[in-house]
Structure formats: structure tokens, C-alpha cells
């Protein structure tokens, strides 16, 4: 799982390009997430645990989805 504050991990035609390719690897991109630079201050250097609860809708490429992270 890729998970960022913005979003995509690319911009412009670069976008879908960059969805496809995760999507082909098994990498979930999980866009628009908020506060992560309190859960980095909060995490530090320890490892946490991202359980992710996306809505169950066939057919769509992206969903809203529930994140939330466990520390250690």
C-alpha cells in the first residue's frame, strides 16, 4: 500500500499510468490522506499497522475507504 497527502503519487498523464502500474504489482494507492505528519510524530521510528476499509462497490477504480492506523 502507497499511501499520500495529495491526489496521486503522479500528476497530469502521468497519473492513471502510474494507478495501472500499482494496480498490475498489487499495490494499493490510498490518496488524500490527512494528518500523517501527526501519525509520523506519534509513530517516530516505530513500525504501525494500516488497516484500510474501503466501500464495497464493483466496478469502480477508487473508492472512499475508512484508514485507520494502529501504533505499537
Not at 490510498?30 to 501519525?39: A, F, G, H, W
Request: aromatic share 8%.
Amino acid at each position: 500500500m502507497i499511501g499520500v497527502d495529495r491526489s496521486g503519487v503522479r500528476n497530469g498523464t502521468d497519473h492513471p499510468k502510474a494507478d495501472t502500474y500499482c494496480a498490475d504489482h498489487g499495490v494499493f494507492v490510498v490518496e488524500n490522506l490527512i494528518n500523517l505528519d501527526k501519525l509520523r510524530a506519534e509513530a517516530g521510528d516505530n513500525d504501525f499497522v494500516v488497516h484500510l476499509y474501503p466501500w464495497n462497490v464493483k466496478d469502480f477504480t477508487g473508492v472512499p475507504s475508512r484508514v485507520i492506523a494502529e501504533l505499537a
